[in-house]
Each structure stands twice: as structure tokens, then as C-alpha cells.
């Protein structure tokens, strides 16, 4: 009796061999130099009450997010390409809190830089930056504070903010992560006009 024909034969396979010649491991491109690395575009907002304190939120985390301690900021957020810094600071003040109602105070003229430390320049951005060159405005809120919304804001993002408060101005570079506080401490001094209520200003 004849065996019937294997149309498919599966052949019979030999193991490779290892070739310790070959060289199998993968390469990874290195970091660019720090120093070659752009800032990234970004807008900032001093958000004046009625009182003259300034909106602050508790990041839940983030890029700079460095530790519990400072994690408290003023808005801010990235301009994107072919976007102007004014839109966009409004933009982002929108997405993070949910305000609408504002007047424009003011602006600081000059752009403010800061590096990030060199240790999470890889988690930062994708690594694709040194730090921030920010655009800053002070705003003063005109609303009711039931427009503040941190938890679902605007356009349905993630929220950044955990919690937030009105704060004194002068007490904001103390409470930032200390890689800011120089940016911080400028804002401080060009917006230290709008942190006195028309009240006090009578008085003086």
C-alpha cells in the first residue's frame, strides 16, 4: 500500500547558530547638546481679583512638576505654531480655568526665559527643549467666581489644576518651583501696579 503524497512538506529546520561576529544591539541616538536646544514658546497670566490677588492653581502634574512643595503657578500654556501671544494666553487661560471675563491690564514687553534643570530636560517636552521663553499679560477677572471651573475646564482638556486660590502677588515666587522664581520675581515687580485695589490707590 502506497503512503499518500504530502503536497506541503514542512521541511526540517536547523537552529541558527549564533554569530558572536554580528553585532545585534540597538542604537540610540544621543540627547542634543543642552545648550543647542530651543525654549519653547509660551504665554503666562497674572490674574487679578477685585482685591488685587492673583489667581493661582496647584498643578496635578506636569513637565515641571518637581515636587509638593511648589507646585503652586499662575496659568500658562504653549503658543502654537502661527499663533500671537495674546490670543493664546487667552486660550489657555480658558482651558485651564474656565475664564472668560477679563480686561487686559497690562503686559510685560520683553519675553521672559528660564532653563529647566538638565536632569529632566528628557521627560520635558519630549526633550525637545531647554526651558520656556514666555510672553506674560496681566488680566483682571471681571466675573462671578462661579465661572471658575478647574475640575471640567473648557473644551473638554484634562484639568491642570487640583485646586486653586487668590493670592497676594508678592508671595507667588516663594511658592513656585525655584528654576522660576527668577521669572517670578520680574512679574512681581512689573505688575506690583495692579495688586492695589482702586481703594487703596484713593488713599495714598
Same mark, same amino acid.
Given at each position: 500500500?502506497?503512503? +499518500?503524497?504530502?503536497?506541503?512538506?514542512?521541511?526540517?529546520?536547523?537552529?541558527?547558530?549564533? !554569530?558572536s561576529?554580528?553585532?545585534?544591539?540597538?542604537?540610540v541616538a544621543p540627547m542634543p547638546p543642552f545648550e543647542s536646544?530651543?525654549?519653547?514658546?509660551?504665554?503666562?497670566?497674572?490674574?487679578?481679583?477685585?482685591?488685587?490677588?492673583?489667581?493661582?492653581?496647584r498643578r496635578i502634574d506636569g +513637565?515641571?512638576?518637581?515636587?509638593?512643595?511648589h507646585a503652586w503657578q499662575m496659568p500658562q500654556g504653549g503658543i502654537d505654531p502661527g499663533e500671537d501671544p495674546w490670543p493664546a494666553a487667552l486660550r489657555e487661560l480658558y482651558e485651564e480655568t474656565n475664564i472668560r471675563s477679563i480686561e487686559k491690564l497690562g503686559e510685560i514687553e520683553?519675553?521672559?526665559?528660564? !532653563?529647566i534643570p538638565r536632569k529632566i530636560v528628557s521627560q520635558a517636552w519630549g526633550g525637545k527643549y531647554?526651558?520656556?521663553?514666555?510672553?506674560?499679560?496681566?488680566?483682571?477677572?471681571?466675573?462671578?467666581?462661579?465661572e471658575i471651573n478647574i475640575a471640567s475646564p473648557a473644551g473638554g482638556h484634562d484639568p491642570?489644576?487640583?485646586?486653586?486660590?487668590?493670592?497676594?502677588?508678592a508671595n507667588l515666587p516663594a511658592m513656585i518651583?525655584?528654576?522660576?522664581?527668577?521669572?517670578?520675581?520680574?512679574?512681581?515687580?512689573?505688575f506690583a501696579k495692579f495688586a492695589s485695589t482702586p481703594e487703596r490707590r484713593k488713599r495714598r
Open positions: 500500500m502506497h503512503s +499518500p503524497e504530502i503536497t506541503n512538506p514542512v521541511e526540517k529546520t536547523v537552529p541558527a547558530r549564533y !554569530d561576529s554580528r553585532n545585534f544591539s540597538c542604537s536646544l530651543p525654549y519653547r514658546p509660551c504665554a503666562g497670566l497674572a490674574v487679578f481679583n477685585r482685591k488685587g490677588c492673583v489667581f493661582i492653581g +513637565p515641571e512638576h518637581v515636587d509638593e512643595t520683553e519675553w521672559l526665559t528660564y !532653563d531647554r526651558g520656556q521663553t514666555q510672553k506674560w499679560y496681566a488680566l483682571r477677572f471681571t466675573g462671578d467666581e462661579k491642570e489644576f487640583v485646586e486653586w486660590r487668590w493670592e497676594p502677588l518651583v525655584p528654576f522660576k522664581r527668577g521669572v517670578y520675581e520680574r512679574v512681581v515687580v512689573a
